[in-house]
């Protein structure tokens, strides 16, 4: 099956900084990457997700990257803001199976 | 339009007992995946049904086992509860289009096994 590697662990930036979490995958058959983020307490909501036929994605402050021939993907946040502070989680997707990484606890100081 | 929807929100049981715990998916959606989330870590897939029918499965031994009913809602069921099944169950929902699709997540039901 699919396994997908998250780094950093824990990330934390100050306001207004950049964050980038990124994550490798290993079914090269893999073709749906999307983003979560989960705050304490809640459920995992979706903030951007890509597929395998493109390259970049943005969405105002937040970008992903896919990079398939290297297997990895890259969540980008830009101008962070205190209320990103919570985990993020990549996944991965391969006919209809979605494993997602160990998540990145980010840290945004006012 | 509701979301996704499990029950109960917390449970507390004792090893060896069993658990059923209950999902609707977002209106629309066709297809239930369930996930266990251990503190500080990832959801972990445990498997997806569609059509009534199991479709994928995680690494989970048999104890975990579960259904979808015609209404597409689903249950999960763990026989012979351990310590170490407590976590946060976590239902998904989508709309089956032939892969990759958007995952909807429920609240999660908070077991504890003591």
């Known amino acids: 099956g699919e396994n997908v590697e998250q780094h950093p662990s824990t990330l934390s930036v100050q306001e207004g900084d950049s964050a980038v979490i990124k994550c490798t995958y290993s079914?090269?058959?893999?073709?749906?990457f999307p983003w979560y983020k989960q705050e304490l307490g809640k459920r995992p909501q979706l903030i951007i997700d890509?597929?395998?036929?493109?390259g970049e994605k943005k969405d105002q402050r937040i970008a992903v990257t896919l990079n398939k021939t290297a297997k990895h993907f890259s969540l980008h946040i830009t101008e962070t803001q205190p209320e990103d502070s919570a985990v993020y989680f990549c996944?991965?997707?391969?006919?209809?199976?979605?494993?997602f990484g160990a998540g990145t606890r980010l840290t945004v100081k006012p | 339009d509701a979301g996704v929807t499990q029950s109960p929100t917390h449970l507390i049981k004792t090893r060896g007992q069993q658990v059923t715990l209950r999902c609707s998916p977002k209106?629309?959606?066709?297809?239930v995946s369930w996930y266990q989330q251990a503190l500080g870590q990832g959801p972990q897939f445990i498997f997806q049904?569609?059509?009534?029918?199991?479709?994928q499965r995680g690494n989970f031994p048999d104890r975990f086992s579960g259904h979808q009913f015609p209404n597409y809602s689903s249950e999960l069921n763990v026989n012979a509860l351990l310590l170490g099944d407590s976590a946060l169950y976590l239902c998904?929902?989508?709309?089956?289009?032939?892969?990759?699709?958007?995952?909807?997540f429920g609240s999660g039901t908070q077991l504890s096994v003591l």
């Open positions: 209106s629309g959606h066709d297809t």
């Open positions: 049904y569609y059509e009534e029918e199991e479709r």
């Open positions: 996944a991965a997707s391969s006919n209809n199976d979605m494993r």
């Open positions: 890509i597929r395998s036929n493109v």
């Open positions: 079914d090269s058959a893999s073709n749906y």
């Open positions: 998904a929902s989508s709309l089956y289009q032939g892969g990759g699709e958007k995952l909807f």
